[in-house]
Every structure is written in structure tokens, then in C-alpha cells.
Nanobody
């Protein structure tokens, strides 16, 4: 299984952006997909997740109400819609997969950079 994140870019504060995470390979036993972000010198931060089969997205408090996670199970893509972007949202965003046999996220994409600057 491979994950390919895309959609990052340079935006201004208040702008919106949509990130995508394409999943290739077997989705059998895929349990949860997640988004994380990281800035230099900081720990990787959980952004949100979605149960691949049932939906039910969950979000970090810092993005709740501004970011939305969705997935297309036919196209095998997970999305992260970012609204009302703030300078503190700037980071490399990663998508990750948690399969049922694993205890945590065990497959990671390469990351896509989001820069928020006026």
C-alpha cells in the first residue's frame, strides 16, 4: 500500500485549500485514515481522521470547524478541506493509514507543504 499526498501550496491567511491523499494497493483491512502535520522543530500533530468504512471524522481542537475530512471509497482518495487558514496552520501535511492488524498508523505518505503567508 502506498499513499500519495498532494494539493499543498502557498496561500494567504483566510484562504482555503484542499489536500488529497491517494491510496494505491490493497485496502483490505484498512481501518482508519488520518491527517497529521509537522513544522520544523515540533512534534508531529494529529489533525484529524476518518473511519474508512463508516466515516465519522474526528478532528483536533485546533482545526475543528475549519477543516473537513472526507473520503471517496470508489476513487480511493481521502481529502482534507482547509478553510480559514491561519499562519499557524502552515506545515507539512501527511496522510497515514491504520490497518486493522496494526496497533497504530503504519503506512505514511510523503507529505505536502502548506504555506500560509500574506
Amino acid at each position: 500500500v502506498q499513499l500519495q499526498a498532494s494539493g499543498g501550496g502557498l496561500v494567504q491567511p483566510g484562504d482555503s485549500l484542499r489536500l488529497s491523499c491517494a491510496i494505491s494497493g490493497s485496502r483490505r483491512s484498512l481501518y482508519v485514515m488520518g491527517w497529521f502535520r509537522q513544522t520544523p522543530g515540533k512534534e508531529r500533530e494529529f489533525v484529524g481522521s476518518v473511519n474508512w468504512a463508516g466515516g465519522d471524522p474526528k478532528y483536533a481542537e485546533s482545526v475543528k470547524g475549519r477543516f473537513t475530512i472526507s473520503r471517496d471509497r470508489v476513487a480511493n482518495v481521502m481529502y482534507l478541506q482547509l478553510h480559514g487558514l491561519r499562519p499557524e496552520d502552515a506545515a507539512v501535511y501527511f496522510c497515514a493509514a491504520h490497518f486493522r492488524m496494526a496497533t497504530d498508523y503504519n503506512i505514511w505518505g510523503q507529505g505536502t507543504l502548506v504555506t500560509v503567508s500574506s
